[in-house]
């Protein structure tokens, strides 16, 4: 069951699925099938697979290329496993109904680019990756005097206490004072 246009309409990017469609066909070394949406091609798990045996070889041992839904899915589920071995976070995966159900194609594309952006992380890749290079560690090296030296300083993030008082602050109901009582 596909969605009507205007639910995803402003979620999805056609130029970021053409480009990760390009990157998995450079990949993989085959053309999505002819005639089917870049959705439709991926929902049967099968080139997802493919795309991370190419990656890491051998990490899915049996691709479904027949059988029902179930089948379609373990390839998803397996294709997802491999991506956590590959180093993915859980947070960069698509959940299976996301491609299955064709519920949210943007986070299937994301989960690509993720993986394209894991390939920089290592250095047996020699093919192309997707997306720019992750950030690396920029660690620093400080002198015990740096170190001292900021000890004193009180930034402006803490704010500042001029002119602070007390007056106009009540709290809960004033006190009465009856006499004669």
């Known amino acids: 069951m596909s969605r ?10 056609p130029a970021q699925e053409a480009e990760a469609q390009e990157w998995i066909e450079t990949i993989i070394g085959e ?5 089917l949406s870049y959705e439709l091609a991926l929902r049967d798990g099968v080139i997802l697979c ?24 373990d ?6 496993k491999a991506c956590i071995k590959y180093g993915l976070a859980d947070v960069d995966l698509f959940q299976t109904v996301d491609l299955f159900e064709q519920k949210n194609i943007a986070t299937v594309t994301m989960t690509i680019f993720a993986i394209g952006r894991t390939c920089y992380k290592h250095p047996e890749w020699r093919g192309p990756w997707l997306g720019p290079k992750p950030a690396e560690e920029n660690k620093r090296e400080w002198t015990e005097e740096q170190l001292r030296a900021g000890e004193c300083v009180i930034g402006l993030q803490a704010g500042q206490n001029k002119g602070a008082t007390q007056a106009g602050q009540n709290f809960g109901a004033t006190r009465k004072i009856l006499l004669g009582k």
């Open 50 to 73: 493919k795309l991370m045996n190419q990656l890491m070889p051998g990490c899915i041992q049996k691709i479904n290329y027949s059988g029902g839904d179930y089948k379609m899915m």
């Open 31 to 35: 053309r999505f099938p002819q005639g």
């Open 4 to 13: 009507p246009i205007w639910q995803v309409a402003g979620k999805r990017d």
């Open 75 to 80: 390839n998803i589920n397996q294709f997802q």
